[in-house]
């Protein structure tokens, strides 16, 4: 499957966007999706996860109440909606796709979309 990630930019503190990520492919609703960010100088994170079925998420301590991740299996897009931003969020997101179990490791996800930036100004 192949990824794009659309949708940052600057934004204040406080403000929100929504990320999004097109999959291509006809097996999209095959694979577990995740979102993750590296910011300068940092290792890549994990932010949020979506099983296949889209019935169960999870996030990181750090977005949890603050971001939520959707994705429509008829439209093979991912979505992670991020309410509250604050500076610290600044980073390159990424979209990422694993065969089987969701997982929290950047390791085990097998297909990456290009990122895209967020800037989150004080």
């Known amino acids: 499957v192949q990824l794009q990630a659309s949708g940052g930019g600057l934004v204040q503190a406080g403000g929100s966007l929504r990320l999004s990520c097109a999959a291509s492919g006809r097996a999209f609703s095959s694979y577990g999706m995740g979102w993750f960010r590296q910011a300068p100088g940092k290792e890549r994170e994990f932010v949020a996860r979506?099983?296949?079925?889209?019935?169960?998420?999870d996030y990181a301590d750090s977005v949890k109440g603050r971001f939520t991740i959707s994705r429509d299996n008829a439209k093979n897009m991912v979505y992670l909606q991020m309410n509250s931003l604050k500076p610290e969020d600044t980073a390159v997101y990424y979209c990422?796709?694993?065969?089987?179990?969701?997982?929290?490791?950047?390791?085990?996800?097998?297909?990456w979309g290009q990122g895209t930036q967020v800037t989150v100004s004080s």
């Open positions: 990422a796709a694993i065969f089987g179990s969701i997982s929290y490791s950047p390791d085990d996800y097998i297909s």
């Open positions: 979506i099983r296949r079925s889209g019935g169960s998420t």
